[in-house]
């Protein structure tokens, strides 16, 4: 597990180091066109189990740490869909991290994409 660190109070956010490398290709993506985005996930029982969202843009303080010592591979299909549901009026919203079922699709919960695709 990586972590993503946003905003001067260093908020953590644990996110699968698959995961986190294709959310920085992404910011790196958006933030170099000046484009900010919404970023949502499910907290953990420990903080309360609720929902968190942030909002990604050029003056934001991000700081990707990752555990493991390789860079992963960016699998294109999956940053396209990643990046679809950013530009959607949700964002990117991060749900169904099973990394260890499919890690091809990190965004998939009971038949959902992040953003804005129906069930």
Not at 55 to 64: E, I, K, M, R, T
Not at 80 to 109: F, Y
């Amino acid at each position: 597990m990586g972590t993503l660190f946003y905003g001067s109070g260093r908020l953590p956010v644990l996110i699968d180091d698959v995961v986190l490398a294709h959310i920085q290709a992404l910011v790196s993506s958006k933030l170099r066109r000046h484009e900010g985005f919404l970023l949502s996930w499910s907290d953990s029982m420990n903080i309360g189990n609720g929902r968190s969202s942030v909002w990604v843009h050029p003056a934001a303080d991000l700081h990707f740490k990752f555990d493991g010592g390789k860079s992963p591979a960016i699998d294109q299909a999956l940053f396209a869909e990643m990046a679809n549901a950013a530009n959607g009026p949700r964002g990117l919203v991060l749900e169904g991290l099973t990394l260890a079922q499919d890690p091809r699709r990190p965004l998939r919960k009971a038949g959902r994409a992040g953003g804005d695709a129906p069930a």
